[in-house]
């Protein structure tokens, strides 16, 4: 897929100074559909400083540095441009080539791409960007079919991340073309109440698209005895498994609640704080297909404290 109708472009501007010639770089960042692009980041990048990384798959190539989390490119001084809501920009460069970026904050929803490089002479250019993705939105759906009004959206592509806030109950994305894993993520508040985590994997995204997230799935109760059949109040059961999670906090009563989409989970029950003696216990491959009440006791010789 091509990122960007741009080619490379090589421009001749009075120069005062052989080191600091200053080159007048102005245009716009417009959407697929030709709508400009406002509160984006271009960004101009020296290859000559960089440290070059093994060559990424296409779609949606490798961003520098401060673009994406994890190891990337490392570039020195990199220039910022930041378009207004006409999406133009406008930022003068030394003479010399760079590669070109669009992006945002990582938390902006919006994942960088790269479009051809830029070669400036002297004499000053205009650059009309195009960024080359599209939309993805969506809810997050909760327990009985309700709307989360807050968590946010997580995106890994082959080689890029971008990451969305749940605002008024929906989040959106704009991304390149790819597959993609999606995190769906509950708030504090929620998750406390045994919502899950939940990851989507191979979602293919090639046009505009609508997508509810589910973090919902089997209800699991049950209550959390100590020596003697004691309840255990302010202990933590949780349970983990390849593409979701969920944590429940016992009550007064030690009862507990969790929802967990139909897999096989490793259940970690810990007793709570000030209970070093009943230690923390732990469950594997205990398979959830079907809501069903797991009581555990902790009565029996402890696991060590992890």
């Not at 080159?23 to 400083?49: C, T």
């Not at 259940?267 to 205990?286: K, T």
Request: proline share 8%.
């Amino acid at each position: 897929m091509v990122l960007a109708l741009l080619a490379p472009i090589a421009v001749s501007c009075t120069k005062t100074n052989d080191e600091f010639i200053l080159v007048p770089v102005d245009g716009v960042v417009r959407l697929r559909d030709g709508g400009p692009l406002g509160g984006i980041r271009v960004g101009f990048f020296a290859p000559g400083s960089r440290i070059v990384p093994l060559a990424p798959p296409p779609h949606s190539p490798l961003a520098p540095e401060g673009w994406r989390a994890g190891q990337g490119q490392i570039f020195e001084n990199p220039i910022y441009a930041t378009t207004d809501m006409q999406g133009h920009f406008r930022v003068a460069l030394r003479q010399g080539r760079y590669e070109v970026w669009i992006g945002a904050a990582s938390d902006s929803g919006i994942m960088s791409q790269s479009v051809p490089d830029l070669t400036l002479i002297s004499s000053p250019v205009t650059l009309d960007l195009r960024y080359a993705g599209y939309r993805l939105s969506g809810r997050l759906i909760g327990p009985g079919g309700a709307a989360l009004t807050n968590g946010s959206v997580f995106v890994l592509s082959r080689t890029n991340t971008a990451r969305a806030s749940v605002v008024a109950g929906s989040y959106s994305l704009l991304l390149p073309a790819d597959t993609l894993a999606i995190w769906a993520n509950p708030e504090t508040v929620d998750s406390d109440r045994g919502i899950p985590r939940v990851k989507r994997e191979a979602v293919i995204l090639s046009s505009d698209s609508t997508l509810d997230l589910s973090v919902d799935g089997f209800v699991v109760t049950g209550t959390v005895t100590g020596p003697g059949g004691v309840p255990l109040d302010g202990g933590l059961v949780s349970a983990t498994a390849a593409t979701a999670s969920a944590y429940s906090r016992t009550a007064a009563d030690g009862t507990y609640r969790v929802y967990l989409p139909g897999m096989e989970y490793f259940f970690r029950v810990d007793p709570g704080p000030g209970r070093d003696s009943i230690g923390i216990r732990q469950y594997p491959n205990v398979l959830i297909d079907s809501d069903r009440t797991l009581d555990f006791d902790l009565s029996g010789a402890p696991t060590a404290r992890r």
